[in-house]
């Protein structure tokens, strides 16, 4: 966050009296100020220090402001800081190159210093108006992506996360594996329980569920009602009974009370898991709707269990 009552300004400029006289100028008017003489130092600078603007002169001694412009800009993932170039130009060919180079605006020399002092102003609260967008789209983008409930992923971040891998694992020809997972009797632990009870339930089966997978790649997914779904690139069958194996053992050690459970009073799960290499004969939703077979069997078969669909399964 830009601190406005004291905003660090860096100058960059290789003559020493205009860089004396801006740097007084900005202190008075109550900036920090921090100070390079050419390309090279600005950059040494830069990787130790984060100023919130960056006053630079066009022509420097080892690199011109516009490409030092661009190198600024490769220095930072993230929002870089506003560059305010100072120049004598009057080369609109210049100026043109300097916008596309990302450079925020320009101040022209002489340079006025209640100008200056009153556009670095009004540069950094466009920054931070910046920030406060970036902050809220992210929140945003977060929240279409996530269940309230569970903090997991929602079934439409899922399904584009999921095309993503499928297209993947065709073009690399490596397995993609699902689970799919059923809370088993879960209607009559909300029946027996209430529903707060039922969804805090849910979320601590979900914390079980992201638990149980430790790669970057594995996503975990509500699915839907008592429903969850977890991604397995790269993954074979065996893979797939491995996390089924270490998640049935999790919620085991939790020891989650289901008065109307079959098996020791409780909570237990039913899922459906199918690992294969995709093709183009097959459609995405195909292998969701294999994995649905699986798990309609598992609850055939008496529940707390899962079922294997058949397909061809590549190695992990």
Not at 30 to 48: C, K, P, S
Not at 80 to 100: H, Q, S, W, Y
Not at 238 to 248: E, F, T
Request: with cysteine; aromatic share 6%; proline share 3%.
């Amino acid at each position: 966050m830009t601190n406005l009552k004291s905003p660090k300004v860096l100058v960059v400029d290789d003559d020493e009296d205009a860089c004396y006289l801006l740097q007084v100028a900005l202190t008075t008017a109550g900036f920090q100020v921090i100070t390079a003489e050419n390309g090279r130092d600005t950059l040494a600078v830069l990787e130790t220090e984060r100023p919130d603007i960056i006053l630079l002169d066009l022509n420097l001694p080892d690199i011109d402001g516009i490409a030092l412009c661009r190198r600024i800009h490769d220095c930072y993932a993230a929002l870089p800081p506003p560059i305010l170039m100072i120049t004598g130009t009057k080369d609109d060919r210049l100026v043109n190159e300097a916008f596309e180079a990302q450079v925020t605006d320009f101040i022209t020399k002489p340079v006025n210093f209640t100008i200056l002092k009153n556009r670095i102003k009004r540069i950094l609260r466009e920054q931070e108006t910046l920030k406060k967008l970036e902050t809220v789209n992210l929140k945003l983008t977060k929240i279409s992506q996530t269940d309230s409930l569970t903090n997991l992923a929602n079934r439409h971040h899922f399904q584009i996360i999921f095309f993503q891998e499928w297209a993947r694992s065709i073009r690399e020809q490596q397995s993609l594996g699902l689970l799919l997972c059923d809370l088993d009797a879960f209607k009559q632990y909300n029946d027996h329980y209430g529903h707060l009870s039922g969804d805090a339930c849910l979320q601590q089966f979900a914390a079980i569920l992201k638990a149980s997978v430790n790669r970057i790649t594995d996503l975990v997914a509500r699915f839907g009602g008592e429903e969850f779904i977890i991604l397995l690139p790269n993954t074979d069958t065996s893979g797939i009974r491995k996390i089924d194996n270490r998640l049935r053992q999790q919620l085991a050690d939790a020891a989650i009370l289901h008065g109307n459970s079959r098996v020791d009073k409780l909570l237990t799960y039913s899922a459906g898991g199918i690992a294969i290499i995709p093709h183009q004969n097959l459609l995405p939703n195909d292998l969701i709707g294999l994995a649905d077979r699986a798990l309609y069997k598992a609850k055939a078969n008496g529940r707390n269990c899962t079922v294997m669909a058949s397909g061809t399964a590549g190695s992990s």
